[in-house]
């Protein structure tokens, strides 16, 4: 007999099977999902967020998928990543097999593949994939919330960001909170062959040491020629109230302190509120002195906050080591939001 959660799952895969929306959690955040070979479908995504069509999303596959029918000119650095790292957070950027709607990518001759690893996630993958004449089931899924704002690591998140399309009967698989908190890590490989080494196009969880310790080299920074890839746009992950960053120093020297208008309050998020003294206009907020808990806490923090009726949200700037790489990326496009 299936569970209810099955039932949920099989459910869901054929709603994606006639080219509908799903949304659903993977170990990052959750996804809004479509399937990745229906152009119409993934337009959905587009229209739904608000995403602009040239701002490629993610295909999502099975662990033991074949990663030959999504790209072409495979090179051996992706071998070697996939078995380090997937499933996974790690997304890879390579050359788009020709059969493969361009819809996926922006119009680019890439696509991005990761196969997550969270279990719900793996199961709607494998179920869908069934459904797939050639069996090889991909879901298209960028982050599934509103573009450019804060990404979800609860259901209820997503089922707040998109009323309209849950009252049309769009499932939310239910996941539980997200184990990660912040989206994938993304190298390019798909300029292998042209003589460009891996690239870094975004931080995440996998850092590039570890990167590094698997190809014998560090991936080097984007290039002007880098292909276009999720969440890399200047102004990103910004939550509704305007938000800053501000220095240990800054905040000594009092640039938030005394400044706050009459009938406003600010939330100052700081990773020692008990150091500060109590100011009219502000509440303190404490954080995660460790990156990794930082980096799970961020998203439903900053959701959390911009609900709470602020003026303004000031963040005190993190530590500039590598450990830190992936939120940093994260407040400081947050942050550009808000010039």
Same mark, same amino acid.
């Given at each position: 007999?299936?569970?209810?959660?099955?039932?949920?799952?099989? =459910?869901?895969?054929?709603? /994606? +099977?006639?080219?509908?929306?799903?949304? $659903? #959690?993977? %170990?990052?955040?959750? @996804?809004?999902?479509?399937?990745?070979?229906n152009?119409?479908?993934?337009?959905?995504?587009?229209?739904?967020?608000?995403?602009?069509?040239?701002?490629?999303?993610?295909?999502?596959?099975?662990?033991?998928?074949?990663?030959?029918?999504?790209?072409?000119?495979?090179?051996?650095?992706?071998?070697?990543?996939?078995?380090?790292?997937?499933?996974?957070?790690?997304?890879l950027?390579?050359?788009?097999?020709?059969?493969?709607?361009?819809?996926?990518?922006?119009?680019?001759?890439?696509?991005?593949?990761?196969?997550?690893?969270?279990?719900?996630?793996?199961?709607?993958?494998?179920?869908?994939?069934?459904?797939k004449p050639?069996?090889?089931?991909?879901?298209?899924?960028?982050?599934?919330?509103?573009?450019? =704002?804060?990404?979800?690591? /609860? +259901?209820?998140?997503?089922?707040?960001? $998109? #009323?309209? %399309?849950?009252?049309? @009967?769009?499932?939310?698989?239910?996941?539980?909170?997200?184990?990660?908190?912040?989206?994938?890590?993304?190298?390019?490989?798909?300029?292998?062959?042209?003589?460009?080494?891996?690239?870094?196009?975004?931080?995440?969880?996998?850092?590039?040491?570890?990167?590094?310790?698997?190809?014998?080299?560090?991936p080097?920074?984007?290039?002007?020629?880098?292909?276009r890839?999720?969440?890399?746009?200047?102004?990103?992950?910004?939550?509704?109230?305007?938000?800053?960053?501000?220095?240990?120093?800054g905040?000594?020297?009092?640039?938030?302190?005394?400044?706050?208008?009459?009938?406003?309050?600010?939330?100052?998020?700081?990773?020692?509120?008990?150091?500060?003294?109590?100011?009219?206009?502000?509440?303190?907020?404490?954080?995660?002195?460790?990156?990794?808990?930082?980096?799970?806490?961020?998203?439903?923090?900053?959701?959390?906050?911009?609900?709470?009726?602020?003026?303004?949200?000031?963040?005190?700037?993190?530590?500039?080591d590598?450990?830190?790489?992936?939120?940093?990326?994260?407040?400081?496009?947050?942050?550009?939001?808000?010039?």
């Amino acid at each position: 007999m299936q569970s209810s959660q099955e039932q949920a799952i099989i =459910q869901a895969a054929s709603r /994606l +099977a006639q080219g509908e929306l799903v949304a $659903f #959690p993977t %170990e990052t955040v959750y @996804g809004l999902g479509a399937d990745a070979e229906n152009p119409r479908a993934v337009n959905k995504i587009y229209q739904a967020k608000g995403r602009p069509a040239n701002h490629p999303v993610i295909v999502h596959v099975a662990p033991g998928a074949d990663l030959s029918y999504w790209a072409k000119n495979i090179p051996e650095e992706a071998n070697k990543l996939i078995k380090a790292f997937w499933p996974g957070p790690l997304t890879l950027i390579l050359q788009r097999a020709s059969h493969i709607p361009d819809t996926v990518s922006g119009g680019q001759d890439s696509v991005g593949v990761r196969c997550p690893s969270h279990p719900v996630a793996q199961a709607l993958l494998q179920q869908f994939a069934r459904l797939k004449p050639s069996g090889q089931g991909g879901v298209a899924a960028p982050s599934a919330n509103k573009f450019g =704002q804060v990404s979800p690591t /609860l +259901a209820e998140h997503v089922i707040s960001e $998109f #009323p309209e %399309e849950i009252a049309r @009967g769009m499932p939310v698989l239910e996941g539980g909170a997200t184990e990660i908190g912040i989206e994938s890590t993304i190298i390019d490989l798909s300029r292998i062959q042209q003589g460009v080494k891996a690239v870094l196009l975004r931080p995440g969880h996998i850092s590039r040491e570890q990167i590094k310790q698997v190809l014998g080299y560090p991936p080097l920074l984007p290039d002007n020629h880098a292909p276009r890839a999720s969440g890399t746009l200047k102004a990103h992950y910004a939550p509704r109230t305007p938000l800053a960053l501000i220095t240990a120093k800054g905040l000594e020297a009092g640039q938030v302190l005394g400044q706050v208008p009459p009938g406003q309050k600010w939330a100052v998020c700081v990773f020692n509120k008990n150091s500060q003294a109590d100011m009219a206009g502000i509440d303190w907020f404490q954080v995660s002195s460790e990156p990794v808990q930082y980096a799970h806490d961020l998203y439903a923090f900053l959701r959390k906050v911009d609900s709470l009726g602020y003026q303004r949200i000031y963040i005190q700037t993190l530590p500039e080591d590598e450990r830190w790489d992936a939120v940093n990326d994260r407040l400081q496009r947050a942050a550009a939001a808000f010039p």
